[in-house]
């Protein structure tokens, strides 16, 4: 490869959400950013413009549109990315946000596909509307749309808010499934709002359908919100796009980003942006292939160490969706404790699956967008914590009598488990003298759920 995806670069200590919101030697596999430097094209675009040394307001010359024209043209066949429609602004978030305000009034009702992307709540939230979950089917690791479900939530339902790569379950839709989801809204009159921002990141025998490239109807009946941000990391830099092929929509949506306050985009957004779709196209390819053989990681290592956890096909993203349930009888609050252990147990912070919807009970996310080396750490880790969990015992404390812990490694000497009710002893199941519950022992009040 002509570039090195295997260097580790510390973010500790640099603001960084990902890393300085964990405590230090907690491995953080969770915020969908990747630890990959920036293509060179970027960082060498990003200085020049730093040089200057004066970042006051910035136009949006002709460039930034032709670029992206080029780059969707030739890679999606996808072309009409102009100055007539297009708006730049400065994030996904704030662009699909501005769209549910353009296109709803309070009370409207949004329909969404269940897991999704956290971020969407709240967007409905805030333009008070009501969130309309539309759970997807699950069976197999595989993750496909309810249909009859979507056409009875479609008729009550004024937005559909789409992902297109879905995060976190990594589908890429297929053309007939999104021509599917078209007519089923065009049939209820329901607007779609495609958040496309991880269109870039999809693997062999997976090919990005942008809802642009429907039909006319499907086209004039959306808007798609784009960004280089996620495939390009450059997330922190802020800039996005809403596309609207129809005029009267486009006015919507440059009066709903003005209401909103996110029309003024930044100065380094624009070099970024121009520099990501002009020159980095070699950098994303060599990034993906990367990111493709690290998820074969993950298949591999899961199936030969910890077979029972199930990992969804990864058609999209860098964010594997990974289903536990198989491995505990308790199921309700099971991502919330095993979050948990894990995080302060094992030193590796997941995205705890319950945070995209209650369908997401079981199930955690984990971000392969790392070097290897440091995505293998992270499955030992999770690896060696779920062992200890599942690690068969002569007894367990929860199931009513036996002997040794149900947390303890060869501490069977104990006739008693510290966490039962009315068991006055003086030594823990861990065999350091000192109750389990008490601060530095090793364990926490919340338990995780037994097997």
Same mark, same amino acid.
């Given at each position: 490869?002509?570039?090195?995806?295997?260097?580790?670069?510390? =973010?500790?200590?640099?603001?960084?959400?990902?890393?300085?919101?964990?405590? =230090?030697?907690?491995?953080? *596999?969770?915020?969908?950013?990747?630890?990959?430097?920036?293509?060179? !094209?970027?960082?060498?675009?990003?200085?020049?413009?730093?040089?200057?040394?004066?970042?006051?307001?910035?136009?949006?010359?002709?460039?930034?549109? !032709?670029?992206?024209?080029?780059?969707?043209?030739?890679?999606?066949?996808?072309?009409?990315?102009?100055?007539?429609?297009?708006?730049?602004?400065?994030?996904?978030?704030?662009?699909?946000?501005? &769209?549910?305000?353009? *296109?709803?009034?309070?009370?409207?009702?949004?329909?969404?596909?269940?897991?999704?992307?956290?971020?969407?709540?709240?967007?409905?939230?805030?333009?008070?509307?009501?969130?309309?979950?539309?759970?997807?089917?699950?069976?197999?690791?595989?993750?496909?749309?309810?249909?009859?479900?979507?056409?009875?939530?479609?008729?009550?339902?004024?937005?559909?808010?789409?992902?297109?790569?879905?995060?976190?379950?990594?589908?890429?839709?297929?053309?007939? /499934?999104?021509?599917?989801?078209?007519?089923?809204?065009?049939?209820?009159?329901?607007?779609?709002?495609?958040?496309?921002?991880?269109?870039?990141?999809?693997?062999?025998?997976?090919?990005?359908?942008?809802?642009?490239?429907?039909? /006319?109807?499907?086209?004039?009946?959306?808007?798609?919100?784009?960004?280089?941000?996620?495939?390009?990391?450059?997330?922190?830099?802020?800039?996005?796009?809403?596309?609207? &092929?129809?005029?009267?929509?486009?006015?919507?949506?440059?009066?709903?980003?003005?209401?909103?306050?996110?029309?003024?985009?930044?100065?380094?957004?624009?070099?970024?942006?121009?520099?990501?779709?002009? !020159?980095?196209?070699?950098?994303?390819?060599?990034?993906? &292939?990367?990111?493709?053989?690290? &998820?074969?990681?993950?298949?591999?290592?899961?199936?030969?160490?910890?077979?029972?956890?199930?990992?969804?096909?990864?058609?999209?993203?860098?964010?594997?969706?990974?289903?536990?349930?198989?491995?505990?009888?308790?199921?309700?609050?099971?991502?919330?404790?095993?979050?948990?252990?894990?995080?302060?147990?094992?030193?590796?912070?997941?995205?705890?699956?319950?945070?995209?919807?209650?369908?997401?009970?079981?199930?955690?996310?984990?971000?392969?967008?790392?070097? =290897?080396?440091?995505?293998?750490?992270?499955?030992?880790?999770?690896? !060696?914590?779920?062992?200890?969990?599942?690690?068969?015992?002569?007894?367990?404390?929860?199931?009513?009598?036996?002997?040794?812990?149900?947390?303890?490694?060869?501490?069977?000497?104990?006739?008693?488990?510290?966490?039962? /009710?009315?068991? /006055?002893?003086?030594?823990?199941?861990?065999?350091?003298?000192?109750?389990?519950?008490?601060?530095?022992?090793?364990?926490?009040?919340?338990?995780?759920?037994?097997?």
């Amino acid at each position: 490869m002509k570039y090195n995806f295997d260097e580790i670069v510390s =973010r500790w200590g640099t603001e960084s959400v990902k890393w300085d919101m964990c405590e =230090r030697g907690v491995l953080p *596999m969770w915020v969908a950013d990747m630890d990959f430097k920036a293509a060179p !094209a970027i960082l060498e675009a990003l200085q020049e413009r730093l040089d200057h040394g004066i970042f006051g307001y910035e136009l949006v010359p002709d460039d930034y549109f !032709a670029v992206q024209d080029e780059w969707f043209s030739s890679r999606h066949g996808w072309s009409g990315l102009t100055r007539e429609t297009v708006i730049p602004t400065t994030g996904v978030i704030a662009a699909y946000s501005a &769209a549910i305000k353009a *296109m709803t009034v309070p009370g409207d009702k949004v329909i969404v596909f269940t897991p999704c992307y956290n971020a969407f709540f709240p967007a409905i939230r805030n333009n008070k509307c009501v969130q309309l979950d539309c759970p997807l089917h699950y069976e197999g690791g595989i993750w496909t749309i309810d249909w009859e479900d979507f056409e009875k939530k479609a008729a009550d339902a004024r937005v559909l808010l789409f992902c297109n790569p879905h995060n976190p379950v990594g589908r890429v839709w297929t053309r007939s /499934e999104l021509e599917r989801v078209g007519e089923i809204c065009l049939r209820n009159n329901v607007f779609v709002i495609s958040d496309e921002i991880h269109c870039e990141l999809t693997y062999p025998g997976h090919d990005y359908t942008p809802w642009a490239t429907l039909p /006319e109807d499907m086209v004039l009946n959306s808007v798609t919100c784009m960004s280089p941000t996620k495939p390009f990391n450059i997330a922190g830099i802020q800039i996005a796009n809403i596309y609207a &092929a129809d005029a009267a929509v486009y006015r919507k949506m440059d009066r709903a980003i003005n209401d909103n306050e996110c029309c003024d985009v930044n100065v380094f957004g624009v070099t970024a942006l121009k520099a990501a779709y002009g !020159a980095s196209g070699e950098w994303l390819d060599e990034l993906r &292939a990367y990111l493709y053989e690290n &998820a074969r990681t993950v298949y591999c290592f899961l199936e030969d160490e910890l077979p029972q956890v199930v990992a969804s096909p990864l058609e999209g993203t860098y964010l594997m969706w990974l289903d536990f349930s198989n491995l505990f009888q308790v199921k309700e609050g099971l991502s919330d404790a095993l979050g948990e252990f894990l995080e302060h147990d094992c030193g590796l912070k997941l995205s705890v699956g319950t945070i995209y919807g209650l369908v997401g009970e079981g199930f955690m996310r984990l971000n392969i967008a790392c070097p =290897r080396s440091v995505l293998l750490e992270g499955l030992q880790r999770l690896v !060696a914590g779920i062992r200890f969990l599942m690690k068969p015992r002569g007894g367990c404390c929860h199931g009513g009598g036996g002997h040794g812990c149900c947390h303890g490694e060869g501490h069977g000497e104990h006739g008693e488990c510290c966490h039962g /009710e009315g068991h /006055e002893h003086g030594e823990c199941c861990h065999g350091n003298g000192e109750c389990c519950e008490k601060e530095g022992s090793g364990s926490r009040k919340t338990q995780t759920p037994e097997n």
